[in-house]
T-cell receptor
């Protein structure tokens, strides 16, 4: 069973619209969550990380975290066609000097239609 | 600035043949290094991680092995490839609890 569940599997939004992606961990030991974006054929690029309850905003991207429910969400406002990609959520513990095992979800495929 | 390089960019190999993939990071002292594998259409899986030279921890057994011969180098290898080894291999490094960066990846096709 996947330790990190992402929803929806795919999402289509119009250009300029808001995209909302969800991620939940079933492992209560996780401390940190990351969101990555992976364009087709490319390696994942880190978008944002979050480890405290609440909200974090960087440009058009906002991440929320609820540690009690181990749920994080990524919101992209004013979506652009270049945002079309696979969005990956990852969760991990951080102990000492190294990250513990990083678990990735299967991803949400975002398509932004011009 | 840190840079991470992987080689080769792509590889086509026969079943049963050996494999060696490399990863080098420059501009970062004593990085934590990781190998990941992503099957086509599949989920990214962590394979190995290393926090220091000569030390490697295995996360997922896929008939692969890893070594860290130098502070800035991480090697993934096997003596006998399987069809199931095909996919995208990614090396990553962490600079702290908030950041993990991936290299450009090596695309492996096993025939």
């Amino acid at each position: 069973q996947q330790k990190v569940q992402q929803s929806p599997e795919s999402l289509i939004v119009p250009e300029g619209g808001m995209a909302s992606l969800n991620c939940t961990s079933s492992d209560r030991n996780v401390d940190y969550f990351w969101w990555y974006r992976q364009h087709s054929g490319k390696s994942p690029k880190m978008l944002m990380s979050i480890f405290s309850n609440g909200e974090k905003e960087e440009g058009r991207f906002t991440v929320h975290l609820n540690k009690a429910s181990l749920h994080t969400s990524l919101h992209i406002r004013d979506s652009q066609p270049s945002d079309s990609a696979l969005y990956l959520c990852a969760a991990s513990m951080y102990r000492g000097s190294a990250l513990g095992r990083l678990h990735f979800g299967a991803g949400t495929q975002l398509i932004v239609i011009p | 600035a840190q840079t991470i390089h992987q080689w080769p960019v792509a590889e086509i190999k026969a079943v049963g043949s050996p494999l060696s993939l490399g990863c080098t990071i420059k501009g970062k002292s004593s990085p934590n290094l990781y190998w990941y594998w992503q099957a086509t259409g599949g989920t990214l899986q962590q394979l190995f991680y290393s926090i220091t030279v000569g030390q490697v921890e295995s996360v997922v057994q896929l008939n692969l092995s890893a070594s860290r011969p130098k502070d800035d180098q991480f090697i993934l290898s096997t003596e006998k490839l399987l069809l199931s080894h095909s996919g995208f291999y990614l090396c990553a490094w962490t600079g702290g609890p908030y950041e993990q960066y991936f290299g450009p990846g090596t695309r492996l096709t096993v025939l």
